[in-house]
């Protein structure tokens, strides 16, 4: 009986760990692999006791893209998921959960796989972790975001000299380049990882979706539309806030801050 591609661990605590599993191939994206990933992610997003994800990888890699064995064979189709099939496409399956998704990157993130961990909405990273572009090597145009989420993440002449050399960007360089959070010893990854999920689910439930989804949205926009987003969600959800509970709470963040 073969291992499961994909590993799911959830912790009654409201988060649910996503590994994939396929060490021997680096976590190569399989066409099995990403409909499994894309099937446990929505699934995940319809049980009501998951509210946050933690993605991470088998063994000593994240993530090391498209398998390229298949994909030359002709069974995996180019852009992620199945002949544009969304269903089946494992970064349209992270946006549309809707709580915070963090990406626990154990080791290296190559193309496909940097793809996957930019989907993420928080990065943490071991010292092992390492990112790549190689498109322009391979001869694959990206179609999970690449192209436009590392610039905005890092800026346009740091995107532009990743993405023409496919050269390795270190845990390090990646954390001052403002993309991973902060790296962290790779012991304490997944502890790490388990109590920045346990610090969001702290907040409270509807904010934690309706938070992430303006962030979002608006990050999509132009500054004054984004802000305009902003004031028209500030309307509605803040007519329907009661002035006893703000302040109920207001001391409980009183509280955790002296604490």
Not at 236 to 259: H, Q, T, Y
């Amino acid at each position: 009986m073969k291992d499961p591609l994909v590993l799911c661990t959830i912790d009654p605590a409201g988060h649910a760990l996503i590994t994939l599993n396929r060490p021997a191939q680096l976590n190569a994206l399989s066409r099995a692999l990403m409909s499994q990933l894309a099937d446990t992610i929505d699934a995940l997003e319809a049980d009501p006791t998951v509210r946050v994800l933690i993605l991470t990888g088998a063994g000593k890699a994240f993530c090391a893209g498209l398998d390229l064995k298949e994909l030359g064979s002709g069974a995996t189709a180019l852009g992620g998921g199945e002949n544009g099939v969304t269903s089946r496409d494992p970064v349209a399956a992270l946006q549309r959960f809707s709580g915070p998704v963090i990406g626990a990157i154990n080791g290296a993130a190559v193309t496909g796989g940097f793809e996957l961990a930019l989907a993420c909405d928080v990065l943490l990273a071991s010292p092992a972790a390492r990112f790549a572009d190689t498109h322009a090597r391979i001869g694959v145009a990206p179609g999970w975001g690449l192209s436009q989420k590392l610039s905005r993440a890092i800026g346009i002449y740091r995107a532009r000299e990743v993405s023409l050399t496919g050269n390795w960007i270190g845990a390090e360089q990646a954390a001052a380049w403002g993309f991973v959070n902060r790296v962290v010893p790779a012991p304490a990854l997944l502890d790490e990882s388990r109590a920045l999920a346990c610090d969001m689910l702290s907040t409270l439930p509807e904010m934690l979706v309706r938070y992430k989804a303006i962030i979002d949205e608006g990050f999509a926009l132009s500054f004054g539309e984004g802000l305009q987003l902003e004031k028209r969600r500030s309307i509605e959800f803040n007519a329907k806030v009661e002035a006893a509970a703000i302040e109920a709470r207001r001391e409980a963040v009183r509280a955790r801050n002296r604490g």
